[in-house]
């Protein structure tokens, strides 16, 4: 099933507000304090107002750019990065899905998929260089450049309208090692970036947070601090697979402007044994639908 990043948004507010829960917006000048002692604190500034919370565990889900992976110290750190020579340009328009299902297009003239968020609402995505902008892509010109790479059976039936929203997304493969320092976890993209090609980012945030969950229920319930302890390396292990993945299909799906012939030609013969061969369906599905936790 497709479950939509707005909507699983939504959900979490409603149930954070059906918990009688606290959010706070627009905060500044967030720290993490102490990290590495049994009395960790966060202080930050709410409408110039300073603020403390005192806790015994943070967990740290403020994506890539927040504070918490860059409250571990560098020299306890390691980091893997790749990044790709492209980016998406994604659309979001008021128009019916060109198909039930997503349709991921590996074409000559570079990737396209076309998925949805609901019956009148699609998103569509082209790969870009890495040097455009949005600016450089009228509507007109991505509806065009979308025809000429999926299937005619779908640019036929294509139906186009406006776009409410148009960005470009870089490419990039990255984990940090260890995911728990002290008190502090890192969950989601703190701690690891997916290229979206196996839309795998959220997902893997929400296994992060699976075992952050039991772990901390087995800690709480039982006095049992084995969950915690094993938070980084079970999660870790979990990341890399799905790194692995994400991976693999971003190279087997795109152009790279060093490709040779050759590569072309690995694609094009990696895809005809996917297309054919039922062990490797397999395994893709199992990849993409979700490896067990
Ligand atoms: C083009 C594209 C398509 C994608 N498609 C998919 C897909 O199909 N499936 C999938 O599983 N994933 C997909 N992803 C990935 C997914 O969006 C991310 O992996 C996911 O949102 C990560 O969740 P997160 O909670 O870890 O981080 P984020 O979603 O980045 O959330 C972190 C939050 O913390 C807040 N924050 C940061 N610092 C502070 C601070 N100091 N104080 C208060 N708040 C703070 C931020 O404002 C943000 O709201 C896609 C990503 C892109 C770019």
Redesign the pocket.
Known sequence: MVYG?TEVTRDLYEAREYANGEI??Q??N?VLNDLKTNSPFVT?ENDGQSERIDCEFIAG????????RKSIPEEVRTEYEKTYPFG?L?LLSHSPPVDHELIYSNSDRGFALC?MRNENLSRY?LQCTATDKVEDWSDEAFWTELRRRIPEEFSDKLVTGPSIEK?I?PLRSFVTEPMRWGALFL????AH??P?TG????????S?IHYLYNGLKQYYEERDPEGIDRYSEKALARVWKVERFSWWFSILMHQFPSDTPFERKMQIAELAFLRDNESAQKVMAQNYVGLPY
């Open positions: 990043q706070e917006f905060i500044e967030v930050y889900c403020d994506g890539f750019r927040g504070v918490s998406w994604g998925s995505y960005s997304a969950c989601g993209d703190a970036i997916v979206p839309a795998k980012g959220l997902n893997t945030a929400a992060d």
